[in-house]
């Protein structure tokens, strides 16, 4: 949220998205969550390294679905060669710059696409 300037407490953002412990949070709460700030949100498939670089170039963010489905983690950015990497499930990890090749041995192809206005979606 904060990456289109919201400021959203992190305790309303576990309610809103109705945050569960054992089940963790869903793509479709977390798009629910986006559209209701006014963002763009689009749950995309078989994602690759060409269309991630253009929807970061485009001011988007990719919310990808990482370990087979088990959570999710934010690309900030990706190069040839690299990505960069919030994975939420290790604690004190800052946007670590990942191998490509690492990084898509984890990334199944699922992810959720953000942009800054429901109506500029960048994942067309």
Known sequence: MEHYGLDVHPVVLQALLLTN?????????????????GLGA?????????????????GGLVLASVDE??????????KRSH???AD??????NRPRV?????STRFDGEALVVSSSR????CE
């Open 99 to 103: 191998p490509w090749s690492d990084f």
């Open 88 to 93: 939420p499930s290790i604690e004190k990890q």
């Open 42 to 58: 689009r749950l995309r498939s078989c994602l690759g390294y060409w269309e991630t670089k253009r929807i970061l170039g485009s």
């Open 83 to 85: 990505v960069w990497f």
């Open 69 to 78: 489905g088990s959570h999710v983690g934010v690309i900030y950015a990706a």
């Open 21 to 37: 412990p054992i089940t963790g949070t869903f793509f479709a709460s977390m798009a629910r969550l986006f559209r209701a700030y």
């Open 119 to 122: 109506y500029a979606c960048v």
